[in-house]
T-cell receptor, first 113, second 117 residues
Framework: AQSVTQLDSQVPVFEEAPVELRCNYS??????LFWYVQYPNQGLQLLLK??????LVKGINGFEAEFNKSQTSFHLRKPSVHISDTAEYFC???????????FGAGTRLTVKP | NAGVMQNPRHLVRRRGQEARLRCSPM?????VYWYRQLPEEGLKFMVY????????ESGMPKERFSAEFPKEGPSILRIQQVVRGDSAAYFC???????????????FGPGTRLTVL
């Protein structure tokens, strides 16, 4: 079964600084990868997803992620963050041959002025 | 096209009462997932259902919790004899298919925040 590890539970950064949120996965088959964002007291919203093709995926709000098969990673990046990016970010993995999705524990991004 | 709907958004129960959480998937979606998010914790998978079938309930507590997704109507997550530790946000997500192809993106509802007094 697939699993996901988000290496940082909290990431504080200053506004306009770059940020990287780390995600590693484990699976014995091909996978699909996702990043979701959760703003306070709201549900999860899809930021971006990797299904196939180019390993660099661009999402909403200026975020991007790179799929690295050899390192089994799917790190999320943004070159310059805003206060409004303060939220919880979840990495998720789904195996190609089933519909189950597993989530990481989440990374709380706090952007300071 | 309405998104995933959950109701109620907030639910308060006293210990020992029953909680019923409802989820209406996106139109045309026949797969529903339930997740629990405890305070300051991540999202934990509970159960995966298709219409009238439980596909995977490996994340469901063995007692007091049950889920269904009938042929007609919303999916229901039922918690009997609630305890304080059941206080959490419960999220529903739905997933669509087209013919034999399944789209793996799950669409989430806004959640039901259960508080057990």
């Amino acid at each position: 079964a697939q699993s996901v590890t988000q290496l940082d539970s909290q990431v504080p950064v200053f506004e306009e600084a770059p940020v990287e949120l780390r995600c590693n996965y484990s699976s014995s088959v091909s996978v699909y990868l996702f990043w979701y964002v959760q703003y306070p007291n709201q549900g999860l919203q899809l930021l971006l997803k990797y299904l196939s093709g180019s390993t660099l995926v661009k999402g909403i709000n200026g975020f991007e992620a790179e799929f690295n098969k050899s390192q089994t990673s799917f790190h999320l990046r943004k070159p310059s963050v805003h206060i409004s990016d303060t939220a919880e970010y979840f990495c998720a993995v789904s195996e190609w041959n089933n519909n189950d999705m597993r989530f990481g524990a989440g990374t709380r991004l706090t952007v300071k002025p | 096209n309405a998104g995933v709907m959950q109701n109620p958004r907030h639910l308060v129960r006293r210990r020992g009462q029953e909680a019923r959480l409802r989820c209406s998937p996106m139109k045309g979606h026949s797969h529903v997932y339930w997740y629990r998010q405890l305070p300051e914790e991540g999202l934990k998978f509970m159960v995966y259902l298709q219409k009238e079938n439980i596909i995977d309930e490996s994340g469901m507590p063995k007692e007091r919790f049950s889920a269904e997704f009938p042929k007609e109507g919303p999916s229901i997550l039922r918690i009997q004899q609630v305890v304080r530790g059941d206080s959490a946000a419960y999220f529903c997500a739905s997933l669509g298919t087209s013919g034999r192809r399944t789209y793996n993106e799950q669409f989430f509802g806004p959640g039901t925040r259960l508080t057990v007094l």
